[in-house]
């Protein structure tokens, strides 16, 4: 059974950066077995949203709101996905969820098919203050 389980969440200060970790058990966490990484967020009172996901070809897509200020990578070595959070604003206030696709389901639709993402983390909360 896969269980990708995330961290480095935490409080800052607007302005301050942030870099979460999602690493997998059961099956290791590359591009060997996914075809798909990325993370999504929900906020209090919100729908989850895609914030930045990442394929087996290399390409990495980001929310509009997050584009310029959050990185997205993956390191096969270390069995790790990662996001960097650099810039934080209050808005970007929420839980943050890993997610991951073994088939290709999750290269059609939208740009984040959160549907077609079959493996979810169990979130971490980033919470940034004005």
């Known amino acids: 059974q896969v269980q990708l389980v995330e961290s480095g969440g935490g409080s800052v200060q607007a302005g301050g950066s942030l870099r979460l970790f999602c690493s997998a058990s059961?099956?290791?966490?590359?591009?060997?077995?996914?075809?798909?990484m990325g993370w999504s967020r929900q906020a209090p009172g919100k729908g989850r949203e895609g914030v930045a996901r990442i394929d087996r070809v290399g390409s990495t897509t980001y929310a509009e709101s997050v584009k310029g200020r959050f990185t997205i990578s993956q390191d096969n070595a270390k069995n790790t996905l990662y996001l960097q959070m650099n810039s934080l604003k209050p808005e970007d206030t929420a839980m943050y969820y890993c997610?991951?696709?073994?088939?290709?389901?999750?290269?059609?639709?939208?740009?984040?098919?959160?549907?077609?993402?079959?493996?979810w983390g169990q979130g971490t909360q980033v919470t940034v203050a004005s």
């Open positions: 059961g099956l290791f966490f590359s591009f060997d077995n996914f075809a798909c």
């Open positions: 997610a991951a696709e073994r088939s290709s389901v999750c290269y059609s639709g939208s740009w984040f098919p959160t549907a077609s993402f079959g493996y």
